[in-house]
């Protein structure tokens, strides 16, 4: 079955480590998001990608990185610099981009607690 | 910049019972218009996607009308089941960007 794996579902780390997340697909993809949720709040793009080797910043990409060395691979390392991790985490992946007009499809998540 | 809103936050119905979701945006220069449920705990799973160009979508018990130029949509849920207790977000692609609403959290009563 086609789909989007986000591993691993819940992550525990201390503060000043850095942390990374896993995004898989197999649906062929192009491009790949990394979103926030927190209790109350809409979604926020962290970072995107439409094409291999390149990603944009989102809203909030402060103190988050990303690669894209693989058409189904959207790491996203959470550093020490970002202030206030603990989240919900989503990565999502299109066709194409925003404009390509195809359905956007989600993985399971990860959330992540920073004590 | 795109705003989404979707209103109530929080709704409570009695099981069978006909009900409607609503999501309203600021930019009618939208492509496409999504809904999605999410479960607690888990990510969002994509119920329907209307075209800018259509006027209303259907899934089952699951029908979404859009009217662009008033930068509103619907979802009308028939029959409501326990099972359909969920958080019900819309999402609009705008630019490069998808934008969220913070949803609607649906409580269906036995």
């Known amino acids: 079955d086609g789909g989007i794996t986000q591993s691993p579902k819940y992550l525990f780390r201390k503060e000043g480590q850095n942390v990374t997340l896993s995004c898989e697909q197999n649906l062929n993809h192009d491009a790949m998001y990394w979103y926030r949720q927190d209790p109350g709040q809409g979604l926020r793009l962290i970072y995107y990608?439409?094409?291999?080797?390149?990603?944009q910043k989102g809203d909030i990409a402060e103190g988050y990185s990303v690669s894209r060395e693989k058409k189904e691979s959207f790491p996203l390392t959470v550093t020490s610099a970002q202030k206030n991790p603990t989240a919900f985490y989503l990565c999502a992946s299109s066709m194409g981009g925003p404009a390509f007009n195809s359905p956007l499809h989600f993985g399971n998540g990860t959330r992540l607690t920073v004590t | 910049k795109q705003e989404v809103t979707q209103i109530p936050a929080a709704l409570s119905v009695p099981e069978g019972e006909n009900l409607v979701l609503n999501c309203s945006f600021t930019d009618s220069a939208i492509y496409n218009l999504q809904w999605f449920r999410q479960d607690p705990g888990k990510g969002l799973t994509s119920l329907l996607l209307?075209?800018?160009?259509?006027r209303e979508q259907t899934s089952g018990r699951l029908n979404a009308s859009l009217d662009k130029s008033s930068g509103r949509s619907t979802l009308y849920i028939a029959a409501s089941q326990p099972g359909d207790s969920a958080t019900y977000l819309c999402a609009v692609p705008t630019g490069n960007q998808f934008y969220f609403g913070t949803g609607t959290s649906l409580t269906v009563i036995p």
């Open positions: 990608s439409q094409i291999v080797n390149d990603f």
């Open positions: 209307i075209q800018s160009s259509q």
